[in-house]
T-cell receptor, first 110, second 117 residues
């Protein structure tokens, strides 16, 4: 069973601060996705990374896939209250099911 | 991105009754859909994988006779919670697998809140 460890589990920061959350595993993945879930809603796909070392930017969010394709990070610049939510990473080693991390619960305080 | 809908968004039922939840991929065909359950403040727990035209594959510990899954078309999967009990109350979320070349992504529905009284 492939495990994805996300850290930190909880993060509470002030509006305007920067933050980084991590997703780590001992397994190699063919692709990795980041989702954001707000309370009472389904997760929304933010990005998919597939190449080792790949960096993708989505406005104030920067996603990086590790060179060995075992880990990933999500960096948010100048966090805003609208960034509040549960951030989940998910990865696939083959092409079928995704393995999900337990998530990082982010609270951005105005 | 690909869009997945779920219906109903919430449902309240009495203990012993059955409830059906629908999951539809609106702008793409999905041969594979997934059903998850999520408890408060926890991550997603995969219940079963729904394959169009064949039987669903259930995760260990999930009762197949209690959680009936049907995937009769390339855009619709249904989950029926039979003889529901209060402990079945939860947030149920479906997702549909979307392939873009060699990369597989999952797009999620908005979820269904089930409350069994």
């Amino acid at each position: 069973t492939q495990l994805l460890e996300q850290s930190p589990q909880f993060l509470s920061i002030q509006e305007g601060e920067n933050l980084t959350v991590y997703c780590n595993s001992s397994s190699v993945f063919s692709s990795l996705q980041w989702y954001r879930q707000e309370p009472g809603e389904g997760p929304v796909l933010l990005v998919t990374v597939v190449t080792g070392g790949e960096v993708k930017k989505l406005k104030r969010l920067t996603f990086q896939f590790g060179d060995a394709r075992k880990d990933s990070s999500l960096h948010i610049t100048a966090a805003q209250p609208g960034d509040t939510g549960l951030y989940l990473c998910a990865a696939g080693a083959g092409s079928y099911q995704l393995t999900f991390g337990k998530g990082t619960k982010l609270s951005v305080i105005p | 991105g690909a869009v997945v809908s779920q219906h109903p968004s919430w449902v309240i039922c009495k203990s012993g009754t059955s409830v059906k939840i629908e999951c539809r991929s609106l702008d793409f065909q999905a041969t594979t859909m997934f059903w998850y359950r999520q408890f408060p403040k926890q991550s997603l727990m995969l219940m079963a994988t729904s394959n169009e035209g064949s039987k669903a594959t259930y995760e260990q510990g999930v009762e197949k006779d209690k959680f009936l899954i049907n995937h009769a078309s390339l855009t619709l999967s249904t989950l029926t919670v039979t003889s529901a009990h209060p402990e079945d109350s939860s947030f149920y979320i479906c997702s549909a697998r979307f392939s873009s070349g060699a990369v597989y992504e999952q797009y999620f529905g908005p979820g269904t809140r089930l409350t069994v009284t």
